[in-house]
């Protein structure tokens, strides 16, 4: 095909239907000038496409056993509806200079209601000796009554079936502090020993950070997170001698551009 | 047929020098501009006459101290005033310095339509180097603007003022006269603001329900009301501070180019009729305007004269201008106040009878929230959830019913359809961009505007404005066409019938030399200032052949209202949302002025 039939099916594609033409200015002025003057104020009048990048939690951990560095790390590019995600979630034990672990994620998103997303992608766990790769659907959003709102389910390529619901709130105790309780809880079909996980709901974990927005962009917290390992998978963590049940406290930076 | 005119800089530079200071100074305030007993109108001139080279180019503003990039015409923000007189024909040679492509949209001028200054719709824009020659017939009078229809120039500085001298005497008499060009800017720039609000549509309100709001609400309501208050707008993820998107935590607010502490000021002698020509050229923001002590009388607006009608406080939406009259008795100064709609800042101005003198400025008032009419959902559904009082809603004349053919112009002004009347229908596409619809869209005709329903003294409403002469056509409508503001406040989307532009497959078509009826419904929780290119809107507001005529209109949250319209130019004509960034987000679309196609049929379209 021609070039210009590349171009037509394109624009075919990305509008669903011919566009009407504004043919009138074409008595006056060269109609190709016209047509690409169109096609760039369509562009710039709600076709346009960004890049944001947000930590929404990039923090120090001190719990009663471990000091760590984790981040939940979120960037997207595209346009109003459609848009490539990438999400990382981490932790790194200062202590044993490793990380407890690291995820990364890579969705494509699609709006398909007012204020909720369906994602779907490839997450890979960088976990040394047991990573894994797995197929991602997610739906993300705000629910009525401002909460944010995250549901997840992975497949890995081992076979297991895990997922991940969050939570976030925002209360506004001025126009620049703010409060967020945020929870969220794991779960896994399957017990899978190699990654010392037990079946059913894997852990629990509820935080509360106060923030100071000194612009909305920049805003460093303090807070505390609590995290309780459940059925299966504390009893792993037992056997390991460690505590499934951990109170941490955080400090950290909250940044979006 | 016109061409485009094509001149190298180097000839450019010598039909500068020819025509003899076209270009001015490298002053970059004009001179219309400054204070003092100079300003505006007194010692220094205008451009005025039939030719005009005005040069685009890039800039530094200065604002109360503080400096930063602007686009500017020949030098100057706002740009040169342009003083034209009805019935001349005009050429403007439009120079781009820039290294982007340019326009400039006469804003409110009746002309051909390849005139108009649109990219992509009128003509293809002006790339950099080059010059475009704007011709045109002026066949009107009045208050009006010019600005750049590219991008979100308009934000940096390309506007400026447009005053018609009418070929017969001016039926309004006046000693002395300023034009007041309001405008906002953003040291932040443009592309970032839009970048924002996009990703955070919050990003710039701080002016949020607290917690301590919270418990103030509790203990002057009662904690259920309260909570049960907080809990409907949280349903539907609506925000009852939302009145502004760009407020003063980005934006600072300009009267004449000035800044609040740069004070510009006008001089006046005590007992002079002080005509005032003010022009909202803002990118995003709507003023409450008041002179402490002084009342004003409405005399014009969007450059069509009214009756006069004395007043208070006025709101001016953005592109909107009014005209008054003030006729200051005393020897003291006034301030001009300028307070944003949502009052988190403000322009001001001084008028005084000689340089120096300041009156007070009066503190910013508690900015509105919304209401359960801002969403478009009768009082009556959810009592005690309304708390504003309801002027005018027990006789609601002005939403009209759907024309029929055969109608006339009583019928027209006086619809039996109001507050109480059956649901809104909604057949356009729902879907990620539209978070809600209005479900039972009111007539706010008769309202100032968000946060003046209570103020202590009067203000002006669009039911209060009666053009003083009678409306050129006054045929009844054959037709109605409704189109709806949509929106996600959320996701920062704006669009009209649920269509960003970038994603509308056919233009709004209208006929030329037929009489339409244009309703519109405001299913967003914004007021729109929505401006039609190349035709006035006349808006039914109860007057039958007086309607007030005006090329914007402020559709508030939850609204319905009509205009009437007679096409005369044919082609395609802009018509968007005037806050720049909703515009930007897609809140546009193009009518499409086609010839009747049989002289006979043309008159006879069925209601849509």
Redesign the interface.
């Known amino acids: 095909m021609k070039p210009s039939t590349w171009t037509a099916l394109a624009w075919m594609i990305a ?6 033409a ?1 043919d ?2 074409d ?4 109609p190709e ?2 047509d ?13 496409r ?1 890049f ?1 990048f947000q930590a929404n939690r990039f923090e120090y951990r001190s719990d009663d056993e471990t000091q760590s560095l984790a981040w939940d790390i979120n960037a997207w590019y595209g346009g ?2 459609n848009r490539l995600w990438i999400k990382s979630e981490a932790a790194y034990d200062l202590e044993s200079g490793a990380f407890e672990e690291a995820r990364l994620e890579a969705l494509w998103s699609r ?5 909720f997303d369906v994602q779907t992608g490839l997450a890979h766990d960088f976990e040394s000796g047991n990573g894994r790769t797995h197929a991602v659907l997610g739906i993300q959003g ?1 629910a ?3 909460f944010e709102l995250n549901f997840a389910t992975y497949l890995s390529d081992q076979g297991e079936l895990t997922g991940a619901a969050e939570v976030e709130y925002e ?6 502090l703010i409060l967020q309780p945020r929870a969220a809880v794991s779960w896994s079909a399957d017990a899978i020993p190699d990654l010392d996980t037990g079946s059913g709901f894997t852990d629990i974990q509820a935080g509360l950070r106060l923030r100071y927005e000194i612009v ?2 920049f805003a460093p917290y303090v807070g505390v997170e609590w995290t309780r390992q459940l059925g299966g998978t504390a009893d792993y963590a037992r056997a390991a001698s460690a505590d499934p049940d951990t109170t941490a406290l955080v400090a950290g930076l909250r940044v ?1 551009f | ?2 061409e ?1 005119s094509l001149l190298s800089r180097r000839h450019f530079l010598q039909v500068t020098a020819a025509t003899g200071g076209g270009l001015a100074a490298s002053s970059l305030m004009p001179a219309w501009a400054q204070s003092g007993p100079d300003a505006n109108l007194g010692g220094l001139r205008p451009l005025s006459g039939t030719e005009y080279l005005l040069e685009i180019g890039r800039s530094q503003v200065r604002i109360d101290g503080q400096s930063g990039p602007a686009i500017a015409v020949n030098g100057q923000l706002p740009a040169p005033l342009l003083r034209w007189r009805e019935g001349d024909d005009i050429t403007l040679r439009v120079h781009n310095a820039l290294d982007a492509d340019t326009s400039i949209h006469w804003h409110g001028i009746l002309l051909p ?2 005139m108009d200054g649109v ?7 002006i790339r950099p180097g080059e010059t475009f020659t704007y011709r045109i017939p002026v066949r009107q009078a009045g208050t009006y603007w010019y600005h750049s229809h590219s ?1 979100l120039q308009e934000q940096l500085g390309h506007y400026g003022p447009i005053v018609i001298e009418p070929r017969g005497s001016d039926p309004v008499a006046y000693d002395r006269e300023y034009v007041i060009m309001l405008s906002d800017y953003t040291f932040e720039g443009p592309h970032r603001v839009f ?2 609000l ?3 549509s919050g ?2 309100n ?7 709001d919270f418990l103030g609400d509790a203990s002057r309501d009662g904690f259920m009301s309260a909570v049960r208050d907080r ?1 409907m707008w ?4 609506m925000n009852p501070t939302d009145i502004s998107d760009a407020t003063s935590a980005t934006l600072d607010y300009l009267v004449n180019g000035h800044g609040p502490n740069d004070n510009w000021a006008g001089l006046f002698n005590p007992g002079e009729r002080v005509r005032l020509r003010f022009i909202n050229a803002s990118a995003a923001t709507f003023f409450n305007i008041r002179i402490p002590g002084l009342p004003m009388t409405v005399v014009q607006a969007d450059g069509v004269n009214v009756r006069p009608v004395e007043t208070d406080e006025f709101q001016i939406g953005v592109a909107e201008t009014y005209d008054v009259i003030v006729t200051p008795q005393d020897d003291r100064a006034y301030t001009l106040m300028c307070e944003t709609n949502d009052r988190s800042g403000y322009a001001r101005a001084t008028l005084a009878p000689r340089m120096g003198m300041v009156a007070s400025v009066p503190p910013l008032r508690p900015r509105p929230t919304l209401t359960m009419r801002d969403m478009g959902m009768a009082p009556n559904v959810m009592p005690g959830m309304d708390h504003s009082s309801m002027p005018g809603m027990t006789h609601d004349a002005n939403v009209p019913t759907a024309p029929t053919a055969g109608m006339d112009h009583a019928a027209m002004g006086h619809g039996a359809q109001g507050s109480a009347g059956g649901m809104q229908a909604h057949d356009h596409p729902r ?6 619809v209005a479900m039972q869209p009111v007539s706010r005709l008769h309202e100032p505007g968000a946060g003046l329903e209570d103020v202590p003294h009067r203000a002006l409403a669009y039911t209060d404005l009666r053009s003083l002469e009678p409306n050129p056509d006054q045929r009844a409508p054959t037709r109605e066409i409704e189109v709806h503001l949509t929106s ?1 406040m ?2 920062y ?3 009209f019938d649920g269509r ?8 709004i078509q209208f006929t030329q030399g037929e009489r339409l009826r244009l309703t519109m419904v405001n299913d967003t929780m914004m007021v729109h200032p929505i401006h039609l290119h190349g035709m006035f809107f006349d808006v039914v507001n109860g007057e039958t052949s007086y309607k007030p005529r005006k090329h914007t209109i402020n559709v508030k949250p939850g609204e319905k209202l009509s205009v009437d319209v007679t096409p005369e130019h ?3 004509w802009a018509f968007h949302c005037h806050l720049l960034y909703h ?4 809140m ?1 679309q ?1 009518v ?1 002025v086609r010839a009747p196609v049989t002289s006979s049929h043309h008159m006879h379209h069925g209601a849509q």
């Open positions: 509008f669903a239907a011919p566009v009407a504004q009138y200015a008595a006056y002025y060269p000038a016209m690409a003057a169109l096609e760039a104020v369509r562009h710039e009048t709600g076709g346009q960004q944001y109003r509806l709006a398909i209601s007012p204020y705000l009525p009554y401002w209360l506004l105790l001025t126009q620049r909305r962009q979006w | 047929m016109l485009l339509n390849e990219p992509g719709v009128t003509f293809p824009g991008g970048q924002r996009m990703a955070q990003t710039y701080f002016q949020e329900r607290t917690l301590p809990l949280g349903r539907m993820r879907g990620p961009g539209v978070a809600g996600n959320e996701r989307m704006w669009s960003r532009f970038s994603e509308v497959v056919e233009p044919l082609g395609d515009m930007h987000a897609g546009f193009v499409s």
